[in-house]
Nanobody, 118 residues
């Protein structure tokens, strides 16, 4: 069973930065895609950023220019660098990993809380 271990959440003031980390129990390179999602209280989980196996990355319009997803094969970790954080970024952030050959929504981390105060 694949496990994803997240870290790096916390509380910051608006305009601050945080970096989230996601370390899978298997090789990052083995997944077809990895990404970050978030869920704010009372809202649906939404996609934030994704990284394909070939290194292609993409971020949601709401975070583009502020958040950056990246991977470090040597550390077998995927990161989400979050800059210029705003109160509306407050949510539980989840790491996700997928094999396209498998059905379903892939594998999920336990979630890490990010709280941004104004």
């Amino acid at each position: 069973q694949v496990q994803l271990v997240e870290s790096g959440g916390g509380s910051v003031q608006a305009g601050g930065s945080l970096r989230l980390s996601c370390a899978p129990s298997t090789s990052v390179a083995s997944f077809d895609a990895m990404g970050w999602y978030r869920q704010a209280p009372g809202k649906r989980r939404e996609w934030v950023a994704g990284r394909l196996n070939d290194g292609t990355t993409n971020e949601a319009d709401s975070v583009e220019g502020r958040f950056t997803i990246s991977g470090d094969s040597a550390k077998n970790t995927v990161y989400l660098q979050m800059d210029k954080l705003q109160p509306e970024d407050t949510a539980v952030y989840y790491c996700n990993a997928e094999y396209y050959s498998e059905t379903g929504t892939g594998y999920w981390g336990q979630g890490t809380q990010v709280t941004v105060s104004s």
